[in-house]
């Protein structure tokens, strides 16, 4: 969480400072500011403001810089608080005592109490409650022994422990800023004389596409027009270019009311660019960026497949696809849990990450924890070098364009196509499926772009149904089989946008404790796919409106029985059953969205979330 951005060298780095941090809001809203080296000597100019979602606007009033101000290079922060509330006090850059050093920081310090108090015993004095405070501290004795400011960087290494990517000036020159990160993202870019340092390229790309990684422990000391990178000796290393395929344009709200109507409506463009190329005449199964070989794929015999959040439901709907068609063991797991668990893998496990940022430190850690288990390692993300498409052995990438709404929907529907896709190419290597039976598959995937078009078409029909949530506070939603998991994105949804308390809960299952909380006027919303499990669900729609239940179903527009059972529909286009989940997510993100707007939320900026989560 919490987004950086560094500039140099440039006529007008306030603005550039500010716009990045427009593009960088996603990643933490609660407060935000910046700090900026005075040319003539003077010091630095800070400013902050810490109004929950407003921070961005409150931040531009106060954005006058003091007259006569020749600005050099800058840094800006955009937070998602940790440790200490989300106030101004709170709000970063932070400064040393003498206001000499101005840090900004992604992630969290974990020995910062430890270094808290060794920095008081020696007379320093604490502004904020925050972890990252006590790096400036650290930077400043640096300073006073006669270290430069990338040296007392390169200390700090030593004495770090946690993730972050860290972006520093000093008031003494208004021409360097150094970054340092240690699993946090941070990249660097350079053009006409410009340097910039940034938590992730959206935040550059209105001002360079020259951009480059920086690695784990790395230092780079970012001047007008140049970038050096040092490892933690000091010795120089090369810088590894970025390729980078995203316009600006797609990172803005470009004429919708706000990202995540935009991107709902993307989904078809989304699914059909994931999709674009992987597919050859002979109806094979192209995944040319997949560095993993037939070789090693069929030595697999168990997937494991992490994920937080809408990426674990991806996660459950790829399982089920890999048991089915490749039959491969295989369990969907939530990383946070994963990792600290005494996880039985070997080097003929698969385990596939998803994640859209690529960047959650939860499924980061679970990866790794299953890479240090001699899992052979595999991800599918969306944002390409990001820190999981590093470390795995392999990597799909979907390609639905930058996700910049809290709540993942193109992404998920992106997700699920690339996992089923996976599976059957699995399928296909291990010979468990017919030729006829993966073209034919293969063929119903391609064309879900349509139908998911055709979803997206119903938009307002599906907001229209929306209107029986109002002033609902408990909504359950309930599947099985195929629908469990698209229940289980509904009942995300509803809860991180409108703030309603929903449980999602396999449908079979509520006889088993849960449908005593039923009573008259609780809503549900029945997942009913018509598929093995098409009677059963319509067995557990009559218990829950035995006992007054109203019931919203979502269901396909060949279903003739649903409709007669329920009390609402949200009607979906008709595709083979196993691949509804791409389809079926569609009216459930509808159904949160226009209750969280109903209810005045925003719906971009949900209450205490942020759209990557980087720490644990
Ligand atoms: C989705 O709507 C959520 N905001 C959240 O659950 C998200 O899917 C989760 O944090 C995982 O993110 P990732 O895909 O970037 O790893």
Sequence with gaps: MCGIIGVTGASEPLRIILEGLEMLEYRGYDSAGFALVRIDGSGLWRERAAVRAQSLPELHKVATPPPGAALGAGIGHTRWATHGAPTEPNAHPHLDCGDRVAVV?????????????????????????TDTEVIAHLVEEQLADGASLDEAVRFLLGRLRGDFALALVE???????????????????????????????????????????????????????????????????????????????????????DFMSKEIHEQPRALADTLLGRFRSDGAIDFEELSLGPHELR????????????????????????????????????????????????????????????????????????????????????????????????????????????????????????????????????????????????????????????????????????ERLAGVNDVYFLGRGTGLPIALEGALKLKELAYVRAEAYPAGEMKHGPISLIVPGTVAVVVATRGPLYEKIHANVAEVRARGASVLAVCDEEDSTTPDLVDDVLRIPSVPEVLTPVVGVVPLQALAYAAARARGNDVDRPRNLAKVVTVE
């Design 299 to 466: 030595r697999i015999d168990r997937v494991v497949l992490l994920g937080c959040g809408t990426s674990y439901h991806a996660g459950l709907v790829g399982r089920s696809a890999l048991e089915a068609w490749a039959k491969l063991p295989a369990s969907a797991e939530i990383a946070s849990e994963f990792r600290y668990r005494e996880p039985v893998i070997d080097d003929r496990t698969l385990v596939i990450a998803t994640s859209q940022s690529g960047e959650t430190v939860d499924t980061f850690h679970a990866l790794r924890e299953a890479k240090r288990r001699g899992a052979m390692t595999l991800v599918v993300t969306n944002v390409v070098d990001s820190l999981m498409a590093r470390e795995a052995d392999g990597v799909l990438y979907t390609r639905a364009g930058p996700e910049v709404g809290v709540a993942s929907t193109k992404c998920h529907v992106a997700q699920i196509a690339l996992l089923q896709l996976f599976a059957l190419d699995l399928a296909s290597l291990r010979g468990t499926l017919a030729d006829a039976d993966v073209s034919r598959l293969s063929g119903e995937i391609a064309h879900l772009p349509e139908a998911v078009s055709a979803a997206v078409g119903r938009f307002a029909e599906y907001e229209l149904v929306a």
């Design 105 to 129: 920081h992604n992630g969290i310090i974990e020995n910062h109490r430890e270094l808290a108090s060794e920095l008081e015993e020696r007379g320093h004095s604490r502004s904020s409650e």
């Design 171 to 257: 008031a003494k020159d208004p021409d360097t800023i150094i970054g340092t990160r240690r699993t946090s993202p941070l990249i660097a870019g350079r053009s006409d004389g410009v340097g910039l340092l940034a938590s992730d390229i959206s935040a550059v790309l209105g001002t360079t596409r020259e951009l480059y990684a920086i690695e784990d422990d790395q230092v780079v000391v970012v001047r007008p027009g140049s970038i050096t990178a040092y490892d933690r000796d000091g010795t120089e290393v090369a810088l590894r270019p970025l390729e980078v395929s995203w316009e600006v344009q797609a990172a803005r709200a470009d004429g919708f009311d």
